[in-house]
Nanobody, 116 residues
Framework: QVQLVESGGGLVQPGGSLRLSCAASGIIFNFSDMAWYRQAPGKEREVVATITRSSSTNYADSVKGRFTISRDNAKRTVSLQMNSLKPEDTAVYYC??????????WGQGTQVTVSS
């Protein structure tokens, strides 16, 4: 059974930083593509950053230069370092794993609130 467990969300002031982490189990992590999505109230879920099994990365325009996605295959984790946070980054952030057979798995989500 595939499980994704996120951690690291919270309340931060504008301009601050947070680091989200997602630990995976129950699947061959090295063969999986990973991503972070977010969903703000009243909006659709959107992709924030992706990292392939070969560690190629891609970012939404809104977070380029501020967020960094990384993975540690030995620890079976994917992280999202978020700097220079803005109020519009407030959302529930979800970890996503896409398996080699193109099946998507999701974490439970972690709340990020950027507010003074």
């Amino acid at each position: 059974q595939v499980q994704l467990v996120e951690s690291g969300g919270g309340l931060v002031q504008p301009g601050g930083s947070l680091r989200l982490s997602c630990a995976a189990s129950g699947i061959i992590f090295n063969f999986s593509d990973m991503a972070w999505y977010r969903q703000a109230p009243g909006k659709e879920r959107e992709v924030v950053a992706t990292i392939t099994r070969s560690s190629s990365t891609n970012y939404a325009d809104s977070v380029k230069g501020r967020f960094t996605i990384s993975r540690d295959n030995a620890k079976r984790t994917v992280s999202l370092q978020m700097n220079s946070l803005k109020p519009e980054d407030t959302a529930v952030y979800y970890c996503n794993l896409r398996s080699r057979s193109a099946v998507d798995y999701w974490g439970q989500g972690t709340q990020v609130t950027v507010s003074s």
